[in-house]
């Protein structure tokens, strides 16, 4: 069974653009949710889908944005990106049901803005 | 403060030690305790869950959640080379939701 696809796994933005992450979650999965990981900040939910729907947002400005497809893939959007916003990009999904606490990760897109 | 505090290491220790991880918190609500491991250029993946207080054994690792403190810890005993990782805590006020609380992890490397 295929993982949690994340492209594209490496990117060099400026400042001021604009970047698109994708995400293909593992087969059956409908939940999908986005991280941003730095060294200084780590692991911080940026948000989270279901059904097409967002059901939870983190505290990111917005700026960030994202959405989820009918067939559950996701994307997520920086725009006017800054240098802080370099980081690694890491997209989970879960199978709905019984809570065990496990997110399945992508290797995640390394996002690096000069 | 931090939702979530845990101690960044980085943590040297020799083959075959008792390596002992721990993380502290400060909202209450957290029900659903996790640890995951991470290695270097990858996602991180579910080691063990916990849900509200209480002990759990799997193989050579233990998870502790002590809801009165809270504080939870990771035992791993016999460590082992391929534990090298990153362990990260992390926490959940809600069953059935992806958002999680982690902690920025501690780095390990078990040396043989």
């Known amino acids: 069974k295929a993982g949690v696809t994340q492209t594209p796994r490496y990117l060099i933005k400026t400042r001021g653009q604009q970047v698109t992450l994708s995400c293909s979650p593992i087969?059956?999965?409908?939940?999908v949710s986005w991280y941003q990981q730095t060294p200084g900040q780590g692991l911080q939910f940026l948000f989270e889908?279901?059904?097409?729907?967002?059901?939870n947002k983190g505290n990111f400005p917005g700026r960030f944005s994202g959405r989820q497809f009918s067939n559950s893939r996701s994307e997520m959007n920086v725009s006017t990106l800054e240098l802080g916003d370099s980081a690694l990009y890491l997209c989970?999904?879960?199978?709905?049901?019984?809570?065990?606490?496990?997110?399945?990760f992508g290797e995640g897109s390394r996002l690096t803005v000069l | 403060q931090k939702e979530v505090e845990q101690d960044p290491g980085p943590l040297s220790v020799p083959e075959g030690a008792i390596v002992s991880l721990n993380c502290t918190y400060s909202?209450?609500?957290?029900?659903?305790f996790m640890w995951y491991r991470q290695y270097s250029r990858k996602g991180p993946e579910l080691l063990m869950y916990?849900?509200?207080?209480g002990n759990k054994e799997d193989g050579r690792f233990t998870a502790q959640v002590d809801k009165s403190s809270k504080y939870i810890s990771l035992f791993i005993r016999d460590s082992q080379p391929s534990d090298s990782a990153t362990y990260l805590c992390?926490?959940?006020?809600?069953?059935?939701?992806?958002?999680?609380?982690f902690g920025k992890g501690t780095k390990l490397t078990v040396n043989p």
């Open positions: 989970a999904s879960s199978l709905v049901g019984q809570y065990t606490g496990e997110l399945f």
């Open positions: 087969s059956g999965h409908r939940s």
């Open positions: 889908y279901f059904s097409e729907t967002q059901r």
């Open positions: 909202n209450s609500a957290f029900q659903y």
């Open positions: 916990t849900y509200s207080s």
């Open positions: 992390a926490m959940s006020y809600q069953g059935g939701s992806e958002k999680l609380v």
